[in-house]
């Protein structure tokens, strides 16, 4: 069979889930073609040429892309059978099968019977999940667009400075922890898939041939079997000393495994991204998050005794947000020093509840819910305190109007906004704005979104403008 496989984002990095399934589908005698519409325009030919087409859905912002993608795809082959694949793959209407979890072998399956017959639904595809422990091959990144058009590291942290090429694998799938605001305890439900050190080093290799200098491990949790990460670790320190590279993980990770925190670092570590979410302990244990803000402010300690910086990624605006929460969040940002660490977006970035969410049985979150909008691919929801809906839509504005400006240039823009929402609520706002020196700057990927921010209206145009064959 042809297939075309289609990707519209992952974060900025060359796409893992165009070279997996394409390495997978090619093993199985499949023709294969691939375009990211993160930088490429979908080629009409390609269109034509498929007998089947999937659509890799890994996150928020991919699907709403691929869902608009794959409409313009319907429109010129009417017939041609859609699939999307990945973690949001039932979340995404339109499509012919949706394909979650492990889902390199039932994609093969889905290719090798030709697909189903065109004319997808409004609504999603039943969901087809496979957690098997199938041996992944080597993902195939032949054709697809050089390193050089993706994120690059900023090793200073400015636009300005030295800049990296980046390349992006996993060593683990899934999660062993069920955090009720994300979505892969939905698929995973508490459990890991770790993909062979070999495998994992040999897709490594290639990047560094490709002239990778930085890898990002993009797992869930790099740290959800501690041994597992501790052998990549030090296979990729044998093979590449003079790669960094970077991981996510959970704050009591950081804790529980401090005493690997040497040897990571000795690997080649250079920051970790962490879900801090909030510093209000009770939107914390709400969301099932497993430690309190004195645990992120003790992680940050201990990474930093390590040479390792910490760049967290946070949920400021859910139905237990006030206008004082978010001062408190900021008031920690710079209490911290990490107002260099946290990336714009992530002052703006709101709960989203897709179909199937941990928080859609929580009687709080329900008594906020309006009909589910199948355009946003969400459950929207209105905030019951005074001011945090308009402060959210202005600080949206203000990381969007920022750009890939350094997070230190946007920070007074995001102080202010907050400032004023507080002193119209009558409430004290953050304490006085306070700039760390030009030195203080920590290393970041030049791409600053994020998984679960919705996606701008600028993605949306450009991805408008190369989806349509």
């Not at 900025?12 to 023709?31: D, F, M, V």
């Not at 969901?127 to 590291?153: F, I, K």
């Not at 510093?279 to 402010?297: C, F, P, Q, S, Y």
């Amino acid at each position: 069979m042809r297939a075309l496989l289609v990707s519209t984002y992952e974060l900025g990095h060359q796409p893992l889930h165009l070279a997996s399934p394409a390495a997978a589908l090619a093993e199985a005698g499949h023709e294969v073609r691939c375009v990211d519409l993160a930088v490429e325009e979908l080629d009409p030919a390609d269109v034509d040429w498929a007998e089947v087409a999937a659509f890799s859905v890994p996150m928020h912002t991919a699907t709403r892309l691929a869902v608009q993608a794959a409409s313009s795809v319907r429109a010129r082959r009417p017939g041609l059978p859609l699939c999307a694949y990945g973690l949001y793959a039932g979340a995404a209407p339109g499509f012919d099968a949706a394909l979650a979890g492990e889902y390199e072998p039932a994609l093969v399956d889905w290719v090798g019977r030709g697909g189903v017959p065109g004319g997808g639904g409004a609504g999603p595809a039943p969901v087809r999940v496979d957690l098997g422990r199938h041996r992944p091959a080597v993902p195939r990144r032949e054709g697809l667009p050089g390193l050089s058009r993706y994120a690059r590291l900023l090793r200073d942290g400015t636009a300005a400075g030295p800049a990296v090429p980046a390349g992006y694998v996993e060593a683990s799938h899934g999660c062993v922890h069920r955090c009720r605001h994300c979505p892969v305890p939905v698929v995973y439900d508490g459990r890991i898939r770790t993909v062979p050190v070999d495998t994992v080093m040999a897709d490594v290799d290639h990047q560094v041939e490709m002239g990778a200098g930085h890898i990002t491990f993009g797992d869930p949790d790099f740290l959800n079997g501690p041994q597992h990460a501790l052998r990549v670790a030090r296979a990729f320190h044998r093979r590449h000393a003079g790669v960094t590279f970077d991981v996510t993980t959970k704050v009591e990770h950081v804790l529980r495994h401090r005493a690997l925190l040497a040897e990571l670092a000795d690997a080649g570590l250079l920051f970790v991204v962490s879900a801090f979410e909030s510093v209000d302990d009770r939107v914390l244990e709400r969301l099932d998050k497993g430690h309190t803000a004195a645990d992120a402010a003790v992680a940050t300690s201990l990474l930093r005794g390590h040479g390792v910086e910490v760049r967290p990624s946070l949920l400021p605006f859910t139905p237990w947000t006030t206008v004082p929460g978010v001062v408190a969040l900021l008031d920690f940002v710079t209490a911290h020093d990490l107002v260099a660490n946290v990336d714009p977006v992530q002052y703006s970035i709101r709960l989203l509840l897709p179909p199937g969410s941990l928080l859609l049985d929580d009687p709080d979150v329900g008594a906020t819910l309006g009909p589910y909008d199948p355009a946003a691919l969400s459950h929207p929801w209105r905030s019951a305190h005074p001011g945090v809906d308009e402060l959210q839509a202005e600080l949206a504005t203000v990381v969007e109007a920022g750009g890939e400006a350094d997070a230190v240039d946007v920070f007074p823009e995001v102080h202010a906004t907050v400032a004023r929402a507080a002193a119209e609520a009558g409430r004290p706002g953050p304490r006085p704005l306070a700039l760390p020196s030009p030195a203080r700057r920590v290393p970041r990927l030049s791409e600053a979104w994020f998984c679960c921010a919705e996606p701008t209206q600028v993605q949306l145009a450009s991805a408008r403008g190369r989806g349509h064959p």
